[in-house]
């Protein structure tokens, strides 16, 4: 059994899953985040999942997202960059107050999510050495390079995509490989190509820094989340959170 509810967490709208029971005690937590033009509900299956293996999950609506869309669909998929970042630059206020409330058990703190939701999880994981573990499914974390290709910004792409610098994994592998990751993709990703993964799995494993890495591959899926790649998500995190 678990529990499940709409919340605020730092001013932003969030669903929350735990064990039944346990809604309010501290507990292993992973905040996980979903797709772009996507929304924390699209992607509860999530929630629902790692809630009956023991965890709290918290799944917040990305900015422009489910309970906080604005309307204009087809501006916001000249803002995917915008909002990737400001997924980056909300995560301290969600973490701290997740703290404050004393809902985290022990530290043991990881971030997981999906296409732009992988993305983020990848970012933070490089920036936030207090994050115990990370799942990046479907994501890429070299910004700098897929944001000329993949929603493009309106407007100058070098200026609008600045920001992320600090986030790429380029330069961050080290940073990085210091805690348990998981990366899945479909080969036939038709979306964020699957030769993403393979350059950090490649990138990780050329400096010897892939200690801690976990690589998934499933032949023949697009872009798509499958019962396998779910399966495996829950059973990385039941393994290191």
Known sequence: MIEIETDRLADISVLRAAPA??????????????????????????????????????????????????????????????????????????????????????????????????????????????????????GSGYYMTLAHTLFPPVGNVERAIAALAAYDVGHQLASLATRPLLLWHGEEDDVVPAVETLRLQQALIQQGLDGNLRCEWQQGVRHRITPEALACTVDFFGQHL
């Open 21 to 138: 029971g346990q809604a309010n005690r501290p507990l292993p937590t992973l905040i996980f985040y979903h797709g772009f033009t996507s929304s924390k509900l699209v992607y509860s299956y999530f929630a629902v999942a790692l809630a009956q293996a023991g965890f709290r999950v918290v799944m917040p609506d990305a900015f422009d997202h489910g309970e906080r869309f604005s309307g204009d669909a087809e501006g916001r998929l000249g803002r995917f960059w915008q909002i990737l970042l400001r997924n980056f630059e909300e995560f301290p206020a969600l973490a701290a107050e997740l703290e404050d409330r004393g809902l985290v058990a022990e530290g043991r703190l990881g971030v997981g999510g999906a296409s732009m939701g992988g993305m983020t999880a990848l970012g933070l994981l490089a920036r936030h050495p207090q994050l115990r573990c990370g799942a990046s499914l479907m």
